[in-house]
């Protein structure tokens, strides 16, 4: 069964033919993919040649692995900051002794086996760029998620919400999560959009529908409505099907907690033994779990999605008769923030202007995602006092806290814990390490414009001015490095350009002091990030650039010191031969010893 689930899968994936995926509507099994397979059996064993045959797969088998430990290497490579919550404890010395030890074994496998297994893996390859690579992968790459819901469900968790910004993916997740885990129930799973539900009354018909299961009572009374809907679970329950939750917003109160009619439905999948697997809900705000609920249920919170699995959402909606171009995708995911839903309108943008329209007129991509924050600003139904905050949050560059705008404008006080929460359940805000409320990126460029033309900027930064100003005079390092730059930011808004101007050079020379006095003692974490702070407010610091590159090397990142180093060599020639000195210590720690000692020549 394995292999026929293999090939099901990868056809859902797009990596094979569509009718590979067809389900069964009775067994609910893959079967064309079964059918498949077993052909293909039948035809080898028929020729009588196991040996021959059994050879030919392990050949494969062992090609395909390596393949795995390059493409292991390659992603290394291509993707070096990309966040891996495993990392092999051998890396790519491990993959290298593997392929190593795998092609020693192959020079003793039978050679018309490997010759067939070596054709085999060429047509695979031109097939795979002829028709997959081109067509690219329909369904999102969410591994890390999917193992925190994997995670979630061993622990014994009954109900997992996810929640996030709308449009994030999040019934995506939850779909491929089931698949991941119940890969046998996954194709009966019962999806229930709440979003197009209005009441109980609405899920007994839905529930009703789709299960195509007659009611129980007349449901004419609330009672009868919530015995219906017992009796509707039990019958899912009792035919092995998943339940998805989707977009329950308008079933919560506004507090973020669950209405009655909802608690109704969650009640009894936490805490009856009706349901064996785990149920996944989705929502665009947070939602607020009873007490009583959590040694049952996990929330998590879905965050944007990598600029891979985006440039990929756009390739895959751009028109095969559209010459979609994978470097350019990857340059407009890279403005998008994770949001497949902006990628979605991004193709169908780029198919009707092309790629230079955007791509060479940054304000367009602007407007773009601005369009996108309306409609999603729009649904979330914000009051006008949460709108006005987000404006000042978005001025501020999201540097201030909570107690800290409550100080600058006395009016907000009473009332500011209400609507931070209230953008915060709506999925606008998050909350970040300083305890600052900070804007999802795509709706940043949203508020920003609206406050920056706003008849009121001025009267607004002139109040911020005067209070960043009396902080920064008793601030403590910590403090005075989170408030710079938006004082910076708002001192150049308010019109106080030397101000600004002071205030930055102030900063520059203090900071850099302290940044060395912690890399010179050792403190290689810290010393990265007061770096990475002053390369924020100053991305071409050289002293700041020198420093990553010194505190990268010595976190054995060499490709990405050596870039920087490289550059710095152009940027900054006055420094030069400190520069050749570190990329003489990585070639060094690198054991590339010629190469160590031509960098010293130079010097």
Known sequence: AAPARYIYTMAEDG????????????FKTPYVAIIGVGLINFILIATGSINYIASVSLISLAICYMIGCLSYIGL???????????????????????????CFMLLFADKVALLTAGIITIVCIVFYYVYTHNKGHQ?????????????????????VILSGILGIGKSSIAEKALYWLYPNRAAKRILLDFSRIPGIAGLCVELSRKLKTDLLKDGTTEEEQKLNIRYLLEVLSASNALLILKDVKNWLNEDGTLNNDLKF????????????????????????????????????????????????????????????????NM???????????????????????????????????????????????????????????????????????????????????????????EAFFAGILKFDDDGCYKLEPL??????????????????????????????????????LRLLPAAVHIFTLSGDISGAIRLR??????????????????????????????????????????????????????????????????????????????????????????DAIRTAVSL
């Open 443 to 480: 709706v940043e460029d949203f508020y920003y414009d609206l406050a920056f033309n706003s008849k009121d900027r001025k009267a607004i930064c002139n109040v911020l001015k005067d209070f960043l100003h009396n902080q920064l005079e008793g601030a403590g390092r910590d403090e005075y």
């Open 265 to 328: 439905v969650t009640d009894i999948i936490v805490s009856t033994e009706m349901f064996d697997g785990l149920t996944i809900m989705t929502s665009s705000r947070y939602v607020e779990i009873p007490e009583q609920y959590y040694e049952t249920t996990w929330q998590m919170r879905i965050e944007g999605m990598d600029d891979a699995h985006i440039a990929s959402i756009i390739g895959n909606n751009l028109p095969k008769s559209f010459p979609s171009d994978a470097q350019k």
């Open 139 to 159: 369904m999102l790459s969410i591994e890390e998620e999917i193992g925190d819901i994997e995670e979630a469900a061993r622990t014994g968790y009954k109900l």
């Open 505 to 594: 050079s102030e900063f520059t020379s203090t900071i850099e002091a302290s940044m060395w006095d912690q890399y010179n003692h050792g403190d290689y974490d810290e010393a990265m990030t007061t770096a990475e702070g002053l390369l924020n407010i100053d991305f071409e610091n050289s002293e700041a650039l020198y420093v990553k590159a010194l505190c990268l090397t010595r976190f054995d990142e060499y490709d990405r010191a050596e870039e920087i180093l490289n550059q710095l060599l152009t940027d900054d020639p006055e420094n030069i031969a400190r520069y050749y000195y570190a990329l003489g210590r990585i070639q060094e720690r690198k054991e590339n010893f010629e």
């Open 331 to 421: 340059d407009f995911a890279k403005r998008l923030y994770g949001y497949p839903l902006g990628a979605k309108l991004a193709s169908y943008r780029i198919n009707v202007h092309g790629y230079e329209y955007y791509l060479g007129q940054p304000q367009k991509i602007q407007k773009l995602k601005i369009g996108l924050a309306k409609q999603l600003i729009s649904f979330a139904g914000l009051s006008e006092s949460c709108q006005d905050y987000l404006k000042i949050v978005a001025l501020c560059q999201s540097r201030l806290r909570n107690e800290e705008y409550a100080l600058a404008f006395p009016s907000m006080k009473e009332k500011i814990a209400t609507i931070a929460d």
């Open 15 to 26: 990596a094979l033919p569509s009718f590979l995926s067809k389900i069964h509507p009775k």
């Open 76 to 102: 290394r490579k291509s993707y070096p900051d990309m966040k891996r919550p495993y990392k092999a404890p051998l890396g790519v010395l491990g993959c290298l002794v593997t392929i190593v030890i795998y």
